[in-house]
């Protein structure tokens, strides 16, 4: 779904410019182009079921315990482990395809280069997430990551971005943290933990839904953001910079 300008408000929570000391992602939407391949995955299995589906359906009753999201749908307790099943069989033969979104990974490169802490989390599976990360090249560049499986709770309960937070020795740094995800359960684990929360758009997702879950900005794409983080200042006593124009002009806002 895109969006074809940044929109953001600043919230008082958020890291002050300069003081942001690690980023943490979620994957599914957000890092990984994936979205498309969970929906058609779910669209067979509720096919085969009978359940009635659409992507109106699926961002509605989305969470990332997917108990609760195949009760919301309406199929029968009885029927959930085999829902489970099949969903796993035919995810597993689409799995292959996941890619990065445009610009994700030299994004979180760009990061990494400017000395911020970067970390995942998660309601993907280890054994699935983990390959990826590594396929993309993001294992030399991402200093802890928290997977579904590791905890036994899921978002948005907020332990596993604690767990992260943990990991990398931040516990009590959570106002210098950012966790930027695609759905609503990414903003409310984030405001749990008191990090600023940035929304990427997504099928999930719209800004009206994330801003309601909690997010302090809604980006078109982890790019945007990134553009905007590290986005230099203007020199001092120069004429307006692109971005001090463009934001005069109301397309922009200033950077959190």
């Not at 489970?84 to 994700?104: I, K, M």
């Not at 695609?182 to 903003?187: F, G, K, L, R, T």
């Not at 990090?195 to 900005?217: P, Q, W």
């Not at 078109?220 to 002009?249: F, K, Y």
Request: hydrophobic share 45%.
């Amino acid at each position: 779904m895109g969006v074809a300008r940044y929109d953001a408000r600043v919230s008082p929570q958020g890291p002050p410019a300069g003081s942001l000391r690690a980023a943490i992602f979620d994957w599914d939407g957000t890092l990984a182009d994936s979205l498309g391949l969970f929906f058609g995955a779910n669209a067979d299995v509720m096919r085969e079921l009978g359940v009635p589906f659409d992507e109106a359906a699926y961002r509605e009753h989305y969470t990332a315990d997917w108990r609760t999201a195949y009760r919301r749908l309406g199929v029968p307790e009885h029927r959930l482990d085999e829902a489970s099943a099949r969903w796993r069989e035919h995810f597993d033969r689409r799995s292959g395809e996941t890619v990065p979104l445009p610009g994700a990974t030299e994004s979180l490169a760009r990061l990494h280069g400017a000395g911020i802490v970067l970390g995942i989390v998660t309601a993907g599976d280890r054994a699935v997430v983990e390959p990826q990360i590594t396929a993309f090249g993001l294992d030399p560049i991402v200093s802890a990551a928290v997977f579904r499986d590791d905890l036994a709770v899921t978002k948005p309960d907020p332990a596993p971005l604690r767990r992260a937070l943990d990991l990398l020795g931040l516990a009590d740094a959570v106002n210098a943290i950012t966790y930027v995800g695609d759905a609503p359960d990414d903003m409310r684990m984030a405001r749990a933990v008191g990090c600023h929360a940035v929304a990427v758009e997504s099928m999930l997702g719209d800004a009206a839904a994330l801003r309601a879950a909690g997010a302090d900005e809604v980006v078109p794409s982890v790019a945007a953001w990134v553009d905007q983080v590290l986005r230099p200042p203007a020199a001092t006593g120069a004429g307006p910079s692109p971005s001090m124009a463009e934001t005069a002009a109301g397309r922009v806002r200033p950077p959190t």
